[in-house]
C-alpha cells in the first residue's frame, strides 16, 4: 500500500493504523488530511466481500465529516476526469474503484496549506480494494487503465457546478506523473482547466 507524490521526494507516509476490528489499515500521507485506507477483503470461491463505509470505525482513521451525497462513474480506458475540487462548499471525497484500475491523483490547492500545490497520486482498483479520502480544499483527478472502470465516491458537500474549479490535468508546474503509455480521453470542460499559477488566491480553498 504506497502513494507516490510529487514536489518533495518519494512519497513518505507519516503512519498508520490498523482497526481491530476489521483489519483495515488507515495510512496518513504527506499531504495533511489525506489518508489510504485498504479496507479488509473476505474472499472465497463466490468472489470477495468488502465493508467500504462504517462511520463510527472511519472516525479512527481521521474520517469524522458527514457524507451527503454519492456518485458512481463508468469510463472506459483512457478517460481522465480531472482536476476538480469546489470552492465555495469545498468537499471532502472518500473514492474506491469497484471494477478494474484507475491511478487516482490528488492535488493541494488550499491556500496556507503547507504541501499547497503537492500531488499524490495511488493506484485503486476492484482487486486491492484501496480506497482514498481526499480532505476538503484537495483537487481530484483519475485516469482509467484498464478496459473500463466503475469509480465511486461519497462527497461531504452537494455538487454544486457553479463553484467547480477545473485545474489543468497537465500543469506542469504541478508536473504530476501520469502513468505511461496511455492517451487520455479528456472532456471539453476538463481541457480547458486552468493551471494552478492562474488561479486568484479567492478562487481556492483556504487551509484551516
Not at 65 to 75: A, G, I, K, L
Not at 130 to 144: D, E, N, T, W
Not at 175 to 198: E, F, H, K, Q
Request: glycine share 12%.
Amino acid at each position: 500500500m504506497s502513494v507516490a507524490a510529487g514536489r518533495a521526494g518519494p512519497g513518505q507516509t507519516a503512519g498508520s493504523a490498523a482497526d481491530a476490528r476489521t483489519g483495515a489499515l488507515a495510512r496518513t500521507t504527506d499531504i495533511p488530511g489525506l489518508v489510504l485506507i485498504a479496507p479488509k477483503v473476505y474472499r472465497d470461491a463466490r468472489g470477495f466481500f468488502r465493508e467500504i463505509w462504517h462511520a463510527d470505525r472511519y472516525v479512527e482513521a481521521g474520517i469524522a465529516e458527514p457524507f451527503v451525497q454519492d456518485n458512481v462513474s463508468y469510463s472506459q480506458r483512457g478517460v481522465l476526469r480531472g482536476l476538480h475540487f469546489q470552492e465555495p462548499g469545498a468537499q471532502g471525497k472518500l473514492v474506491t474503484a469497484v471494477l478494474g484500475d484507475v491511478y487516482d491523483v490528488a492535488v493541494d490547492v488550499r491556500v496556507g496549506s503547507p504541501t499547497f500545490g503537492r500531488w499524490a497520486g495511488v493506484h485503486l482498483t476492484g482487486e486491492n480494494g484501496l480506497q482514498l479520502y481526499l480532505p476538503p480544499g484537495v483537487a481530484h483527478g483519475f485516469i482509467v487503465l484498464s478496459d473500463v472502470a466503475l469509480f465511486a465516491y461519497k462527497c461531504t458537500a452537494y455538487y454544486a457546478p457553479a463553484a467547480e474549479g477545473v485545474l489543468r490535468w497537465d500543469d506542469p508546474d504541478l508536473g504530476i506523473a501520469w502513468p505511461a503509455g496511455i492517451t487520455p480521453t479528456v472532456s471539453p470542460r476538463d481541457a480547458a482547466g486552468r493551471r494552478l499559477r492562474d488561479f486568484a488566491p479567492h478562487e481556492l480553498p483556504r487551509w484551516t
